[in-house]
């Protein structure tokens, strides 16, 4: 069984700076591909970011040069260090092994203009 806990969303205004966490349990987090999601109220669930196993990061266009994806396969952890936050980005991320169905709560992220 898998089980995923994000955590790190808040409130914060334009400009400003985050940094999300999401913990896995279960052994397959140091071979597995981890992505980070977000869905903002009324709209569908969009991949932003993920990171293989070896490291290798791609980002959306919407995030490049904002967002950072980074792992730690010794604490079964991804994180993601969000700057210059845009009102845009209010969202709730939820980290995801890619191409799997398991999912956490997610965590709210909400950006003030």
């Known amino acids: 069984q898998v089980q995923l806990v994000e955590s790190g969303g808040g409130l914060v205004q334009a400009g400003g700076s985050l940094r999300l966490s999401c913990v896995v349990s279960?052994?397959?987090?140091?071979?597995?591909?981890m992505g980070w999601y977000r869905q903002a109220p009324g709209k569908q669930r969009v991949l932003v970011t993920y990171?293989?196993?070896?490291?290798?990061?791609i980002y959306s266009d919407t995030v490049k040069g904002r967002f950072t994806i980074s792992r730690d396969n010794a604490k079964n952890t991804v994180y993601l260090q969000m700057n210059s936050l845009k009102p845009e980005d209010t969202a709730v991320y939820y980290c995801?092994?890619?191409?799997?169905?398991?999912w956490g709560k997610g965590t709210l992220v909400t950006v003030s203009s």
């Open positions: 279960g052994s397959i987090f140091s071979i597995t591909t």
């Open positions: 990171i293989t196993s070896s490291g290798t990061t």
């Open positions: 995801n092994p890619l191409d799997s169905d398991y």
